[in-house]
């Protein structure tokens, strides 16, 4: 890590996004190649909708933003359960804490900011999961020709599982995803 890189990582806050940091983060969202979102798209990512906004500031400015949302879901496994338990339980289906799923919807950071940790700071920081316990997999639909965010994505932990043929129209999309739990 270089000298500046290591700098920004001491002056750099990432929470979720508040009221205030929406001007700024539309400002960010002008900047995208492909913008499909609206302000009002952005402005109700609420947490209460299983929606977020998280922000990566340096002394207050907003130089980047990761949209997510939350999916949960029980996980449930059909097996016969092994030892004293087998005498009280024969085959039945075993609940186990809800798993939590979170897309990735887009992640940005402000082209004068790029390559100095702030992208990778984003994601390793951000942390969706409710105070519950279970397995959280947080995926991304990355299109082919993204190679950045592909790379970042990589070096975050996450790992391509499958390509999905005309996601983005004409174009393919790699699915990404980081297992915790």
């Known amino acids: 890590m270089s000298v500046i890189n290591d700098m920004?990582?001491?002056?750099?806050?990432?929470?979720?996004?508040?009221?205030?940091?929406?001007?700024?983060?539309?400002?960010?969202?002008?900047?995208?190649?492909?913008?499909?979102w609206l302000q009002h798209d952005i402005a109700s990512n609420s947490p209460a909708r299983d929606r977020g906004?998280?922000?990566a500031t340096i002394q207050n400015h907003v130089v980047g933003y990761l949209v997510y949302q939350l999916i949960t879901e029980p996980e449930t496994s059909s097996s016969k359960v092994a030892g004293k338990a087998a005498k009280l339980v024969e085959a039945e289906t075993i609940v186990a804490p809800p798993m939590v799923c979170v897309d990735l919807l887009h992640i940005f950071v402000a082209p004068d900011w790029r390559r100095r940790g702030i992208g990778k700071a984003l994601i390793?920081?951000?942390?969706?999961?409710?105070?519950?316990?279970?397995?959280?997999?947080?995926?991304?639909?990355?299109?082919?020709r993204d190679m950045p965010v592909q790379f970042l994505l990589r070096a975050t932990g996450f790992k391509a599982v499958c390509v999905m043929r005309g996601f983005y129209g004409d174009d393919d999309a790699y699915l990404m995803e980081k297992r915790f739990g």
């Open 124 to 144: 390793t920081r951000f942390d969706p999961r409710p105070a519950q316990k279970g397995t959280c997999v947080i995926e991304a639909a990355v299109p082919e």
């Open 8 to 36: 920004i990582s001491r002056v750099l806050n990432v929470r979720s996004m508040a009221a205030a940091d929406l001007p700024r983060v539309l400002q960010l969202e002008k900047q995208r190649l492909r913008s499909s």
């Open 53 to 55: 906004t998280w922000v």
